[in-house]
């Protein structure tokens, strides 16, 4: 099935993906790699605020190349996810909903996706120059001296993606 999809989803919307189904993400979005996600995790342990609102709010693991003159932003291809997976049940407890990347993951993301509605999206590995193009703006928005894997606000116009894990934990790549 393919959908056109506006960020914050809506709950009934994520219970109707399927995995295998193509998503064309619309709205703001955020980027997070490892280095980010460490951070976030110290924030949080801290009991201090993330950067952003993780309420309802979709993960790009993303770290782009320098955006050359006119661009927005460099290649923007996703990163393996199961590198953030030690830090995603704790954001999906918070109420993350959409994670992009590439890549399997464990158990116990899969475990929390399963307890809080939310889903996995793919993203085509090695298209991050076409990727890139769907995205209109960007702006860092907290840890800058992580360079490209500072966090990032972006606004996407239908990012094409592919439901790996729906909400039931069913995964496309079994």
Known sequence: MERYLKVPFQPEELKTMKAGDFVYITGTI????????????E???????????????????L???PAREGQVIGS???????????????????????????????????DAMIRNGAVYFAAIGGAGALLSKCITASEIIAYEDLGTEAIRKLTVKDLPVIVVMDPEGNCLYK
């Open 30 to 41: 955020y980027t997070a790699r490892d280095a980010a996600h460490k951070r976030m995790e």
């Open 76 to 110: 923007a291809g996703p990163t393996t996810s199961g590198r953030m997976d030690k830090y995603t049940p704790r954001l999906l407890d918070l109420g993350l909903k959409g994670m992009i990347g590439k890549g399997k993951r464990s158990a116990e993301v899969r």
């Open 63 to 65: 770290g782009p190349s």
């Open 43 to 61: 924030t949080l342990q801290r009991g201090e605020e993330l950067p952003f609102p993780i309420d309802g709010s979709v993960i790009y693991y």
